[in-house]
């Protein structure tokens, strides 16, 4: 079956422009998180969806940095006036985790190619 | 804030030879991820460890958890260039967090 996807793979933008970045779970698949992944780093946790509902925002860095998910699939992270600290490679995880008992390790989160972006 | 640290940073070898990279932190963690990520492309699950003291062989692939959870090691025998790539570790701190918290990893080249 299709793994998750993102789109588009790679995005330059302007300092200053707005961004949108598109991710496609797994289908079926409950949770789903956004990291950022800076150039030499590890991912980095943004925010998590367990279906259409935002229940963690915490690792967005600024106010700039919006998440969406209205039907419980596919998601959106927008990023606003971009600035240059904003390039990184942005990766989508979704997880068959159905947000009840404790997250366990055998929840693995399944990662997408992610979206390079580029700040100019 | 739990932090991971992954050595060394970089490693390049020859095909055939053994290596051993290791993820440490002053926190424990209810449960130890490793993952291997090739460029342009997002980290694929390698194993979860969860009990100190805990081994797991994956063919050429031993992970092992220290006793205190605080720290784990990847032993590859005989690696392979097809072993190329960027080694992460990433930590649970079980309860309802399901937050991962990664270390920078370890750029792993394999050369033939």
């Known amino acids: 079956g299709a793994g998750v996807s993102q789109s588009p793979r790679y995005k330059v933008a302007k300092r200053g422009q707005d961004v949108a970045l598109r991710c496609d779970p797994i289908s079926g698949h409950v949770s789903l998180f956004w990291y950022q992944q800076a150039l030499g780093q590890g991912p980095e946790f943004l925010t998590y969806?367990?279906?259409?509902?935002?229940?963690?925002k915490s690792g967005l860095p600024s106010d700039r940095f919006f998440a969406e998910r209205p039907e419980g699939s596919v998601s959106t992270l927008k990023i606003q006036r971009t600035q240059q600290e904003d390039s990184a490679v942005y990766l989508c995880a979704s997880s068959p985790w159905r947000g009840r008992g404790e997250w366990g390790p055998l929840n693995e989160q399944f990662f997408g190619p992610g979206t390079r972006l580029t700040v100019l | 804030t739990q932090l991971l640290e992954q050595s060394p940073q970089f490693l390049s070898i020859q095909e055939g030879e053994n290596l051993t990279v290791y993820c440490n932190s002053s926190?424990?963690?209810?449960?130890l991820q490793w993952y291997r990520q090739e460029p342009g492309e997002g980290p694929v699950l390698l194993v979860t460890?969860?009990?100190?003291?805990e081994v797991k062989k994956l063919k050429r692939l031993t992970f092992q958890f220290g006793d205190a959870r605080k720290d784990s090691s990847l032993h590859i025998t005989a690696a392979q260039p097809g072993d190329t790539g960027l080694y992460l570790c990433?930590?649970?701190?079980?309860?309802?967090?399901?937050?991962?918290?990664f270390g920078k990893g370890t750029l792993l080249t394999v050369n033939p």
């Open positions: 926190s424990v963690f209810s449960s």
């Open positions: 990433a930590g649970g701190d079980g309860g309802s967090n399901y937050k991962l918290t």
């Open positions: 969806f367990q279906n259409e509902a935002q229940l963690d």
């Open positions: 460890v969860v009990t100190g003291g």
